[in-house]
């Protein structure tokens, strides 16, 4: 049975410095998804990873994938306020989800 | 470019009732999967269509259903409703199934309260 296991779980970080959430998962996945979702709202897609390192940028968030470690990673540069949200990875086919980080970047 | 639209967005029913969700993917998308979102077990996949096929499917009891229409729009259905089904119930959207799905786009939701 796959596995997913996001940490932290929860962070609260303060604007302008840098974390990392990590991602790792139990059985072999080419694919994984990043998603961000804000209180009372749907899932919005941030990355999809296909292959063994695999980077993707969007603004103050990139995501790395490395498939044979079985770990992927979404570092947050600079952090502001609005990054605040729940972010969540998700591998394989028919979405296997992480418990999702619940990030609070503060003033 | 019209997102995923998930119809009804909240609803109330009571114990042992049933009841249908609908979602209408993007435009040329062909595939829709399902999924159901508590705070007690967080994301979790209920199936997925292609072409009106079931592709793949999730650890969820036979109360559980679904279909694609021909349209690529998918129903979900839910009977003998128990309180543990009260959740939100989230449909996702791509161009394609399984290993080729690429990037999957979700609509807001349907609440469901069962009370």
């Known amino acids: 049975e796959l596995k997913v296991e996001q940490n932290p779980l929860f962070l609260s970080m303060q604007e302008g410095k840098n974390y990392t959430i990590y991602c790792n998962y139990s059985?072999?996945?080419?694919?994984l998804y990043w998603y961000r979702q804000d209180p009372g709202k749907s899932l919005e897609s941030l990355f999809v990873?296909?292959?063994?390192?695999a980077v993707k940028q969007e603004g103050r968030l990139m995501a790395s994938l490395d498939t044979k470690a079985r770990l992927s990673t979404l570092h947050i540069t600079a952090a502001v306020h609005d990054l605040s949200a729940t972010y969540f990875c998700a591998v394989d086919i028919g979405l296997t989800f992480g418990k999702g980080t619940h990030l609070i970047i503060q003033p | 470019k019209a997102g995923v639209t998930q119809t009804p967005r909240y609803l109330i029913k009571t114990r042992g009732q049933q009841v249908t969700l609908s979602c209408s993917p993007i435009s040329g998308h062909r595939s829709v999967s399902w999924y159901q979102q508590t705070p007690g077990q967080g994301l979790q996949f209920l199936f997925e269509?292609?072409?009106?096929?079931?592709?793949n499917k999730g650890n969820f009891p036979g109360r559980f259903s679904g279909r694609q229409f021909s349209n690529s729009r998918s129903e979900m259905n839910v009977s003998t409703l128990e309180l543990g089904d009260s959740a939100l119930y989230l449909c996702a959207s791509s161009l394609a199934a399984g290993a080729l799905a690429g990037e999957l786009f979700f609509g807001e939701g349907s609440r469901l309260t069962v009370l």
């Open positions: 269509y292609f072409s009106e096929t079931q592709r």
């Open positions: 059985t072999t996945s080419d694919r």
């Open positions: 990873l296909l292959s063994n390192g």
